[in-house]
């Protein structure tokens, strides 16, 4: 089961993340896709804690649950990793065939990756010649095996067969690359003003961290998992409300226009701030490509004014996507504005139930 390897099982794809389970279940027609399956349940918190699974039965019964609801056709799964127990690189090697690369990636995963190499799951892809011609680079993916068999494991738990696994950031890229609204598409440009090379940055953002990408020319140049979040927002309200986690969760989803203003503040100051930061440690490597552009996803994209808050703190463009512009789903068997409300928030799953489309 390796990260990137070729997949053409159908599956269905299972976002298990510290808020929820989310599962999407996608169908390819002539016009395009479509959303066959969907669902998702909340988790209560410190069942998931920094992407590791702390209370198994839970995540296994909730992930039960959203079988229940959204009855998909496949019993395959794809699911995702994220957080510390991931580490991604892009390293410069000599020219080698896949098959020699193969036999050469542990030696040069021991370099880069701060665990024992027993225990990770290792992956690669190349991504093609390297800046000065001379060597490739190379995509390295490891990832701690105890966390990947913990999720196996739930997935098994719940009677289903766990099939492929990809990272979180890369299941963002890979639905803004295939589905991506209108918006999206104008990065190609008007053929005016054209920058030589674009830059825009993805950014989704979940409950306790943000999957960043950002890519030239839609080639993966830099990639974090950041420890923040929609939590935060939640923190503040907890803080300024004098009320518990729950409570300030509730009013955040169901009455936003009650909360204290001084604690959306708080939080958007502390995003960007976050975000710039991500920003002044890619330029260390990237000065001559700013971004000029981010694309927002995730829960924490539904908080209103989260885009213009961005937009206006770091003097970049900034927009949310939505995967369910570009993907038809029957009226008769979802409703069309809760699908068009939380679609930032299923960019993963999303991406990930496209892997059942790899060519
Ligand atoms: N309508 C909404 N308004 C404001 N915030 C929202 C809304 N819907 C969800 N959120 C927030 O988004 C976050 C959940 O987003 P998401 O589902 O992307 O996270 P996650 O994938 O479970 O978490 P992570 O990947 O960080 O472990 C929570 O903090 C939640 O409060
Ligand atoms: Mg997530």
């Known amino acids: 089961m390796g990260l990137f390897s070729r997949n053409s099982d159908a599956m269905m794809a299972v976002d298990i993340s510290s808020a929820s ?25 410190d069942v998931i804690v920094e992407n590791e699974i702390i209370d198994s039965t839970t995540v296994s019964r909730t992930l039960k649950d959203v079988i229940e609801i959204a009855r998909p056709e496949s019993k395959n799964v794809v699911f995702s990793v994220s957080g510390n127990a991931l580490i991604i690189k892009t390293v410069a090697m000599p020219m080698m065939s896949e098959l020699e690369l193969e036999a050469q990636i542990q030696f040069e995963a021991d370099e880069h990756v701060p665990y024992d190499m027993a225990d990770v799951y290792l992956d690669f892809q190349i991504l093609g010649p390297s800046e000065d011609g001379a060597e490739m680079d190379v995509v390295l993916v490891a990832c701690k095996r105890d966390v990947i068999n913990a999720y196996q494991q739930v997935i098994q738990e719940a009677g289903l067969t766990a099939k492929c696994v990809d990272c979180a950031v890369f299941a963002v890229e890979n639905a803004a690359a295939a589905l991506a609204d ?15 090379v674009h830059v825009h940055a993805l950014a989704n953002i979940g409950a306790n961290l943000i999957n960043m990408n950002i890519l030239h020319d839609d080639n993966m140049a830099f990639v974090r998992d950041q420890f923040f979040g ?23 989803l169901e009455n936003f226009s009650g909360v204290d203003v001084v604690a959306v503040d708080n939080y958007f100051n502390l995003l960007g701030d976050e975000l710039i930061r991500t920003l002044d440690f890619y330029a260390v490597k990237h000065a001559d490509f700013p971004v000029q552009k981010i694309f927002l996803s995730g829960g924490g994209a539904l908080v209103p004014g989260t885009a213009a808050q961005i937009e206006e703190r770091l003097g970049i463009e900034t927009k949310i996507l939505n995967p369910f512009s570009r993907i038809k789903a029957e009226s008769h068997q979802f409703d069309a504005d809760y699908i068009q409300h939380i679609g930032p928030m299923m960019m993963v799953p999303v991406g990930l139930a496209l892997r059942s489309f790899d060519q």
């Open 21 to 45: 389970v989310k599962l999407v279940e996608l169908g390819k027609t002539r016009s395009g896709y479509q959303l066959k399956a969907m669902a998702v349940a909340p988790l209560p918190r």
């Open 182 to 196: 209108e918006r999206y598409g104008t990065l190609a440009g008007n053929g005016e003003d054209e920058p030589e």
């Open 230 to 252: 929609g939590n935060q927002l939640t923190q503040e309200i907890q803080d300024a409300h004098g009320v518990g986690f729950q409570v300030a969760e509730q009013m955040k």
